[in-house]
């Protein structure tokens, strides 16, 4: 069991809501439906009393009302990873209501990723290389890196990096985000998965994106809230606003949701060099760089391009650069 007073789910029990978990099917998988307690006097039997209710009713998230939460699971860390995501859900809610109507998804579109479970065949690979060594300890770096500044939640986002043309290395599935290490990472060659180890849902899509665009040597998929609460929202995330967000980001690309889940093919037609970032509408966003370091520079970058632009609504209206700039920056800066 884990009990907590998060911001964003304080704000939602302060408010007698619930996080709609439909937002992001992942977070409908971890966390199911949250349920509401009402309110007793904290540490009481009533208390006790109305959570286990709420939990007996087949709820494993429940909001208390004025008070904050708490998951259950058959682990610690299985509770932990439900109050997680139930707070990263609640978050991006609140952000992208400051943008826009918010879009959620329906039962057919929360079970698109079904049907793009399916394991890749497996492979026994040989010793590996002192470079698939320091590959495999830097993807660690940045993923651990990335879920401390929040770019990445525990149960969400995947990092990969190209070892050669036909090979790359990439998170394993369903592994903590805050605690990965070298050997949990998978490699994948040929389209096959290293023998023993299941490969993040994502390694399709990234061995797409490596085939169609050389340039590219690493893939990541985030969660970062603010950039995420504009994948939510029909709101368009505005790069020409800033020089430096344009010269990284270029015009963001919006993938519709369910395009993440086929071949991987439209997916890395949309995403490449020249167009690194897209938002995945309620799938957080998708970016590509010349190597692990170039790839999560750009991640960084536009989760403070969103978070500036939503800053900006209570200020004034958003004043983008015209194109005679944008034409110096793309000539100033090929």
Known sequence: IVHAHPVALVAFSAVHAVPDTRLFHQA??????????????????????????????????????????????????????RFETLEFTAKTLIKAGQLG????????????PKAHAGALPAFRPGEPSTREKELRRQLCDFVRRGYHQRLLISTEGSFSARLDDDAFLVTPYQADRAALEPEEIVLVRGGAAEEGKTPSRAARNHRAIYARHPRVGAVVNAYPVNATAF?????????????????LLRDVARIPFGVQFRDGAELAAAVGPDRPAALLENDGVLIAGKDVLDAFDRLEVLESTAEALINARPVGPLAPMPAGVIDELVRAFP
């Open 231 to 247: 994948s939510v929202t029909g709101a368009a995330l505005d790069t020409r606003t800033i020089p430096e967000s344009y010269l």
């Open 28 to 81: 409908r998988h971890v966390c199911g439906e949250a349920g509401l307690a009402p309110y007793a006097l904290p540490g009481s039997e009533a208390l006790g009393r109305h959570i286990a209710a709420a939990f007996a009713r087949g709820f494993d998230c429940v909001m208390l009302e004025n008070h904050g939460v708490v998951t259950a699971g058959g682990s610690l860390t299985h509770a932990f990873q």
């Open 101 to 112: 109507p918010v879009r959620t998804l329906d039962d057919a579109r929360l079970d698109l």
